[in-house]
């Protein structure tokens, strides 16, 4: 007999998870703050609950999709507080790190087992081969819920006991793709500029995907290594790309397309090439990302303590 499982939230993500949990046999409770938004799962087999206490009480397991972690306090009212005792809350809402560690601190406190997950894929995936969601928290609760995770996705992984872990793998992976989104509005903006077709923009991308592909996993292998300095297995070092970096910066100000982005980009050069490192490799500017709040900070107490020698 497959366990009960409750979703809490059934906007766009929520119900593909209640249809994925469905098609799997599991006997599927779901409850929304908005019910005409459930109805359609029940059709496939879903009770719709009319309250989270009711979804709550009906289910082993309570996995929960909503909007942000302000929304899932609707589990955290004193009636189904009392409930949670003993089930496990799958926390599958997108987050930060910081409210992770509060959330699973609240559900241990309420004798409650928590995982949290981030979900790195559309709804779309959901149920399928290529489906990934990254979930932190007790191995055990995860590993003996390992046929529910695979009905959600292929690709679920366990990534550390650290609560907190999943939604701070989240903010770095969508930070890279927002690098190539962001990246490739400029570049369509440089397009529009010149008077470059978009379809040309296009083909090329294609063309030049894998090189970008091994800078980026270049770049991650370098600096997990410290391999700042310029060696012989160097794709390219600072000098070039900064040289680059010039021409766009000169044709987006020709061409009076907002530079404000890349004008951080340009901070974060000048940083790493103030300190010497010009001829280092690229790798060496992830040592320059600090805020400079946070250096000087660093640098006060030093300085502080040179004084008072
Ligand atoms: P959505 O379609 O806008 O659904 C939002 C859900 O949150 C709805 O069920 C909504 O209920 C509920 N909600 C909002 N405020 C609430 C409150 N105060 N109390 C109770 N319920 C509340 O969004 P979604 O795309 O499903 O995203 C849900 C979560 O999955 C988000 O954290 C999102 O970042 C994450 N996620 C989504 C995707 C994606 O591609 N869609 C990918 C990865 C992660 P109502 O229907 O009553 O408004």
């Known amino acids: 007999m497959k366990l009960s499982i409750s979703v809490v939230g059934t906007g766009r993500m929520g119900s593909a998870l209640a249809r994925a949990l469905l098609q799997s046999g599991y006997r599927t409770t779901v409850w929304n703050r908005t019910k005409q938004k459930a109805e359609p799962l029940a059709a496939l087999g879903a009770t719709v609950a009319t309250s989270v206490l009711e979804a709550v009480n009906a289910a082993e397991i309570i996995i929960v999709n909503v909007s942000d972690y302000q929304a899932s306090a609707v589990l955290r009212d004193d009636a189904v507080a009392s409930a949670i005792r003993g089930k496990l809350i799958v926390e599958l809402t997108s987050g930060t790190p910081h409210g992770a560690r509060e959330a699973a601190e609240w559900f241990a406190a309420h004798g409650a087992s928590y995982l949290d997950g981030a979900i790195m894929a559309t709804p779309d995936f959901i149920g399928t081969d290529a489906g990934t969601i990254l979930i932190s928290g007790p191995r055990q609760a995860f590993d003996a819920n390992e046929e529910m995770f695979r009905a959600l996705g292929g690709n679920v992984q366990h990534v550390g006991e650290e609560p907190g872990r999943a939604n701070a793998l989240d903010s770095a992976l969508l930070a890279l793709m927002w690098g190539a989104l962001f990246g490739t509005l400029h570049a369509i903006?440089?397009?529009?500029?010149?008077?470059?077709?978009?379809?040309?923009?296009?083909?090329?991308?294609?063309?030049?995907?894998?090189?970008?592909?091994?800078?980026?996993?270049?770049?991650?292998?370098?600096?997990?290594?410290?391999?700042?300095?310029?060696?012989?297995?160097?794709l390219s070092s600072i000098s070039p790309h900064y040289g680059a970096f010039q021409h766009l910066l000169e044709l987006m100000e020709a061409r009076k397309i907002d530079r404000s982005a890349v004008d951080s980009y340009d901070a974060i050069f000048q940083r790493a090439i103030a300190a010497g490192h010009l001829h280092d490799d690229f790798a060496a500017l992830s040592q320059f990302l600090e805020s400079p709040d946070k250096r000087s900070l660093r640098s006060g107490p030093r300085e502080g303590s040179l004084l008072a020698g």
């Open 189 to 234: 903006a440089v397009c529009q500029a010149e008077e470059i077709d978009l379809g040309e923009l296009g083909r090329q991308w294609t063309a030049i995907a894998p090189v970008i592909d091994g800078l980026v996993a270049d770049l991650i292998k370098r600096t997990n290594a410290g391999r700042f300095a310029s060696d012989d297995e160097t």
